[in-house]
C-alpha cells in the first residue's frame, strides 16, 4: 500500500483527483497520526483549523484501514458534504470502492403505513402542503424528507414519519419496503456510515441498536460533543411532549375526551407555577410549588396508564393482523407515557449526578422540565472511549489554552478520556498579515449599564473602516436588540436583525447583498461559511462565558470545586475560548481572506483571565487604535 505521505504529496493521488489541491503539512501530520491511532487502536485528538483540510485528513486514513467506521457530525451541511463530495473524491483518488450510507434519524423519513392510513381516512388533503407531500410520498425511492422542496411544518410531517413511539416494526404490512428499514440494513453493510451527535449519542445512550457494530470512530466538529451527549440523556416533560403522547394514542386508539381536557388543566397549572420563578433556565429546587403541580400530572399518567391496560385490543381505531400487533401498539403506547412517569420520579429523587431544571423556550414561551446528568464523561468512558478501538475526536476549535502542553484537558475531562495522542495542525494561513484584532480599552466593560451606548460609537467606527461586510455578533438578545436600536438608523450600510427573516434566508440577504450588515446571537457562532471579502469584520461584544445562572454550568461548577478544582479557571476560561475561537473562525476561510476582529470586552485586556483567553486565539495582529486599520483595508 501507499505511504500515506506520498496520498497527499505534490503529484500524487489525492493533487490528480482535485483541481487546485495544495499539500498542507498539518493535513499530513493529522492523517499520520490518525492511521497511526487506528493501526495501533489509539484515540486521537487534533485541532484543525479552517484550511487545513481536516475531513480528507480524516477520510484517507479511513478508506486505507478497511474497518467498519462511523464517523459523525454537528451539522447536516457537513454531512451532505462528505456524502456528495468528499468521500467520492477520496475513493476516486486511492482507488478504493467503498460502501458509504448517510443514515438519519427516524423522524426523517416517510412512514408508508401513516401515509396509507391518512389517504384511506380523507379524500382530500388538509392542506396545500400536505397535498405535496402525499404527490412526493407516491413516487419518493427513498422516504427522506430532505427530498422535498420545502420544509414541512412539525405539526404535519409528525403525522407521516417513521417515529419509533408508532412502528410496530415487524408486525407492518409495509416492513420490507420501509424506507428507514431498508436504510438502517443498507448501513449494515456499509463500509463507512455518516451520522449526526444527535443520532450518534442517542445510539449510545439506549445502548445500541440504532446504528450497526462499529470498529472506529470519528466524531468531527467535536466541541459540541459533550452538549449532544447530555441532550440524549435528557428526559423532558412538557405541553410538546404531552401533546406528541396524546395525539399518537388517539391516531391508534378511540381514547376518552376527558384525558384530553384533563391533561389541559394540569398543564396550565403546572406552567403557571414553573412561570412564577423568574428567569429562563432556573434549578427545580428553586420552586418549591412545582412538586404539587407534578403529582397532579403523575395522578393523569396513572389514570391514562390504567386505562390503556384495561382497554388496550378493544379501543383500537383499526383491526390488528395478529394480537401480536396489537400488542407491540400497547408496549408503544404504554413506553411513552411511562416514560413521563420516570420523568416525574428522577425530578423528584435526588441524585450526585444528575439535575432537574426548568426551561422557558424561545419560540413559544411554554415552558419544560428537563432532568439529565450534569457530567457525561464516566457515561462516555464506558461505553464509547473504552468500548471502541480507536476514537478520533477533531474540530477547529477544540485546544483550550494557547500552548500545545495540555492543550485537550478540557474536552478530555468533559468527555471522559483517559488517553489519547493529540495534535494541533499547524494553520496554513498567515494570521499576522490577514487578520487584525483590536481589543476595546479596559474602562468598556460589558457590565456596566451604559454599556451599549459606549459601545455603539466603537461598532459604528468598526463598520466604517470595514465598508460594512461584517457580522456584529452578541452573547444575548436583550443586548443585541439594545444596540442594534442605537445604531439601525446611524449605519450607511444595508443592515438587517436576526430574526427578521428564516436564519438560511438571511445568509442568503448577507452573501448576496454588498456592505451587508448582519447583527445576530449566538446561532452565527458557527457553521457559517461565508469565503472571501463579504465578511471582513466580526464585532463580538463580550467574552462568552457560559452563564453562571444556567443550572448545568452551576452543577457543572459545583463538581469542580468540590474537587479542589477552581470552577472559574476550569470551566469558565475553556469554555469561553472554545466559544470565541468559533466567532473568531468566521472571518479567515481562506488564505486570500483579509478582516478583523473587534472584542469590545475591556476586560480581555486588563484581566489575567483575559490575557490567557487571548493566547490561544490565532495569532492576527493586534491593534489598539481603529485608525490603523484605514491602511490595512486598503491594501
Known sequence: MTAIDEVFAPGGPIEQALSGFEARPGQLQMAQLIERGFLEGMHTIVEAGTGVGKSLAYL????????????????????????????????????????????????????????????????????????????????TQTGDRAELPFLPSGDEWEQLDADADDCVGEYCEHFRECFFFKKRDEAKFADMVIVNHALFFLDLAMGGGLLPPYDFVVLDEAHQCERWATAALTATLSRGTIGRMLRKLHRSYMVPAHFDAEFERGLRGFESVLARVPGDRYPLHANEEAWPALESLRESLFKLENWLYANWHEALKRKPANDAEAERRRDLAMRAILAHEATIERAQAPSDTAIAWVERGDADGSYQLNSAPYDVSEYLR?????????????????????????????????????????????????????????????????????????????????LDRSRGRAFVLFTSHARLREVYALLRERVAFPIRLQGELPRMHLLEWFRKTPNAVLFATGTFWEGIDVVGEQLSCVIIDRLPFPSPRDPLVQARIEALEARGLSGFDHYMIPSAIVRLKQGFGRLVRSKTDRGMVALLDGRAASSRYGALILQALPPATRITHLDELTEFFNA
Not at 382 to 395: A, D, I
Not at 414 to 423: K, M, N, R, T
Not at 441 to 456: D, G, V
Open 60 to 139: 484517507v486514513p479511513a478508506l486505507r484501514s478497511g474497518k467498519k467506521i462511523v464517523i459523525s457530525t454537528g451539522t447536516i451541511a457537513l454531512q451532505e458534504q462528505l456524502y456528495h463530495k468528499d468521500i467520492p473524491l477520496v475513493t476516486r483518488a486511492l482507488g478504493i470502492p467503498a460502501r458509504v450510507t448517510l443514515l438519519k434519524g427516524r423522524n426523517h423519513y416517510l412512514c408508508k403505513q401513516k401515509l396509507e392510513n391518512m389517504r384511506a381516512d380523507r379524500l382530500l388533503a388538509p392542506s396545500r402542503t400536505m397535498q405535496q407531500i402525499w404527490e412526493w410520498g407516491a413516487r
Open 382 to 462: 464506558g461505553m464509547l472511549f473504552e468500548r471502541t478501538q480507536s476514537v478520533v475526536l477533531t474540530s477547529a476549535t477544540i485546544a483550550d489554552n494557547g500552548s500545545r502542553e495540555e492543550a485537550f484537558e478540557f474536552l478530555k475531562r468533559s468527555l471522559g478520556v483517559a488517553d489519547a495522542q493529540e495534535l494541533i495542525a499547524p494553520s496554513p494561513f498567515d494570521y499576522p498579515s490577514q487578520a487584525r484584532l483590536y481589543v476595546a480599552p479596559p474602562e468598556l466593560n460589558p457590565k456596566t449599564p451604559n454599556f451599549a451606548k459606549l459601545a455603539a460609537p466603537l461598532i459604528e467606527e468598526c
